[in-house]
């Protein structure tokens, strides 16, 4: 697995503890009704479409989850690039556990498998520049570990995970604080108190609010909200490399290679994970 802190056993232990809940619940009588509990049976996973797979690690840590005797064998590593046709990887054993993980191990993978292929496709476009393709917090409730690890193997960076990990002081929080520098002299004050180590980032939406987070000082990094090429550059010229620049918002496929030349370091886009098409892979048996 990628080093992610968010990446545990333990925490990947309890994400498929609650799929299975979800799906499965007391029994899954299709398969318990209809297949005698000795019968044995061996299936494949078929990739059906073009893309970067995602999910194989996952898929096999569910197999083995929910049944140990299950035996997995994955024929690719995951964030590698795949083809229709390609076989992911094969299980043997009981059956009636194999059709009773399949959904869920397909619902993962497709999505997952749909990320990674939209985060290198965008990669792509802008690999000529400096600038590094981010994810946001716009994911799946109980699915942001699976959607943010499939950024991180489709090419992508992930930005803070979560609300606890950095200070992110967007519009709103400025204005409910009283401007800019308000925002920020409270925010310092809060993590001394609490004796918090965290980032702060601060949105701007103009060129004057750029130049007050210069003045104020004492933050990590600058987002860069909704301003066009020009404003964008002047900005960039501006902070002169003190400070790392994000751009953000609406920032589409059409967009993205032009705000990645106006010399930003990241980019961050929230439709890698909110607007997404699944992979079209399957589990068949053989």
């Not at 299975?20 to 509990?37: K, Q």
């Not at 840590?61 to 994955?74: A, G, H, M, R, Y």
């Not at 076989?87 to 993962?108: D, F």
Request: contains cysteine; charged residues 25%.
């Amino acid at each position: 697995m990628k080093n992610l802190p968010y990446l545990t056993e333990s925490s990947i232990r309890q994400f498929i503890e609650r799929a299975l809940l979800e799906d499965v619940g007391p029994g899954d009588y299709s398969s318990l009704a209809s297949i005698p509990s000795d019968t044995q049976g061996q299936a494949q996973l078929l990739i059906k479409e073009d893309g970067i797979i995602a999910g194989l690690q996952l898929a096999e840590k569910i197999f083995k989850q929910f049944d140990p005797t299950l035996e997995v064998n994955l024929l690719l590593e995951d964030g590698v690039a795949v083809k229709s046709g390609d076989i992911g990887l094969t299980v043997k054993g009981k059956a009636s556990s194999i059709l009773t993980t399949e959904r869920l191990i397909l619902n993962c993978m497709q999505r997952m498998s749909g990320i990674a292929t939209k985060t290198n496709q965008l990669a792509q476009l802008i690999a000529h520049t400096k600038a590094k393709l981010m994810d946001t917090r716009k994911t799946t409730p109980n699915f942001r570990m699976m959607e943010k690890w499939a950024v991180v193997l489709g090419g992508g960076l992930n930005h803070r995970y979560a609300l606890y990990d950095m200070v992110m002081l967007k519009d709103n929080h400025i204005d409910f604080a009283g401007g800019i520098e308000k925002a920020i002299h409270a925010t310092q004050q809060y993590l001394r108190d609490n004796r918090l180590h965290l980032k702060i980032e601060v949105e701007t939406r103009t060129l004057d609010e750029v130049e007050e987070v210069l003045r104020v000082g004492g933050i990590d990094y600058i987002m860069l909200d909704n301003m066009d090429y020009q404003t964008m550059r002047k900005a960039v010229d501006l902070v002169n490399g003190r400070f790392p620049l994000e751009a953000s918002g609406g920032i589409t496929e059409l967009t993205l290679k032009d705000v990645a030349e106006c010399g930003v370091d990241y980019i961050s886009v929230g439709a890698l994970t909110h607007q997404v098409k699944s992979l079209d892979i399957s589990l068949k048996a053989i």
